[in-house]
Each structure stands twice: as structure tokens, then as C-alpha cells.
């Protein structure tokens, strides 16, 4: 594979395909928490950008579930980072912040859905990354909706299965 675009070298710790280990934990005020398994691929193909899949599925029956694609960026020059992502809600969203050391803050400057999208509609996604001290991989994502303020919606922790 080509070698990484120095552009984004500062996202590096997040390369690799990663499995959640423990279990992911779901919640929000209006739902029953929940668990569930996720599988997070970021690769890069030489471009100044990186490339993100994330595959959620239950955590019991394996059954698929939230799945989420897009590129993260890097203003050159800079530690501003764009994350930009397409669901399989319907929602397409962008989110900015800001890459130091080994985490990552982002919030959404734009959320955007399809006509038919379930409800109530997400107004807002904030999240973090961050490499644990372990070398693990870890997201946390709070989100707010049309009748909830902003609350804990996603926690995982991730192994890292490539080298
Ligand atoms: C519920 C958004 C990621 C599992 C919801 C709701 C919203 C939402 C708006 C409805 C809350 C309500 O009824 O008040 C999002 C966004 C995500 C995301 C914006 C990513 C940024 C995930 C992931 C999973 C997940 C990765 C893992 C399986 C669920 C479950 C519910 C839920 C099980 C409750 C049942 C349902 O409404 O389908 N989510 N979600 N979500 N989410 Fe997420």
C-alpha cells in the first residue's frame, strides 16, 4: 500500500481494522440501554484523507445494525479536522474539530436526512476518539434530537486486528 499522506500523519494512531472488546454500550434518556458489537476498518489509499467504515451488529445474534462510511480530513497545515459521514439511517453529517495527540473532538456542523427518515430526527452529534494508554481504540458519542438535549449516546472500546 502507498505510504501515508504526510497531510495526515497526526491521525495515524487510528489506522487499522478494530473489533469492540468489551462490547459496546448503547443509551439515550428515551431508550432501554443496549450492547453491541462494532467493526471500525480506517485505511487510507495515499490521498491527503482517510478512509472509515464502521459496522455495528447485535451483540447476541450477530444481526447487522447501525453502519456508517465517510472520509476524515485534515486543513493542511493545521490540527482542524473534518469527519464526514453517510448512514444507513438516512442521515449524512458533518462534523468538525479538532486531532491532539491521540484523540480526536468532533461536533456536527451539519446533519442532514432523507425525506423518510425515522424519527425523532438526531440535531446534533458530538464524539470523541481516542487511543487508550492499552493501544486500544476508543468512541464516545453523545447526540441530541428533535425532543432530547444533547446526552451519552455511544461507548466502545476497540482492539486493534491488523498489524
Ligand atoms: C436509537 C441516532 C449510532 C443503536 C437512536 C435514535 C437516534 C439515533 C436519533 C432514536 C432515539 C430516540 O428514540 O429518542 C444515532 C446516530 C448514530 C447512532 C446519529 C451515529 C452517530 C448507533 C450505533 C448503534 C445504535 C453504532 C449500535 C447498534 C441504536 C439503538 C437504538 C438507537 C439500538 C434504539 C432503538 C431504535 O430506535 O432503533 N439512534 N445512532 N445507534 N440507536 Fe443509534
Partial sequence: SPPLNPVVSQLAWMLGTWVSEPAGEGQFPTIPPFRYMEEATITHVGQPMLN????????E?????HR?????RIKPGTNHVAF????NTGVVEVEE???????LSLTSNSVS?????KEPHVT????KFRLTPEGKLEQTV?????????APHLHVTYRKVTS
Fill in 52 to 59: 472509515f467504515m464502521f459496522c455495528a451488529s447485535n451483540a
Fill in 61 to 65: 445474534t450477530g444481526k447487522p445494525m
Fill in 68 to 72: 456508517e462510511c465517510g472520509f476524515i
Fill in 84 to 87: 464526514i459521514s453517510a448512514q
Fill in 97 to 103: 474539530g479538532e486531532v491532539e495527540g491521540e484523540q
Fill in 113 to 117: 436526512r432523507i425525506s423518510f427518515a
Fill in 124 to 127: 446534533q452529534i458530538s464524539r
Fill in 142 to 150: 453523545f447526540m441530541a434530537t428533535a425532543s432530547q438535549s444533547l
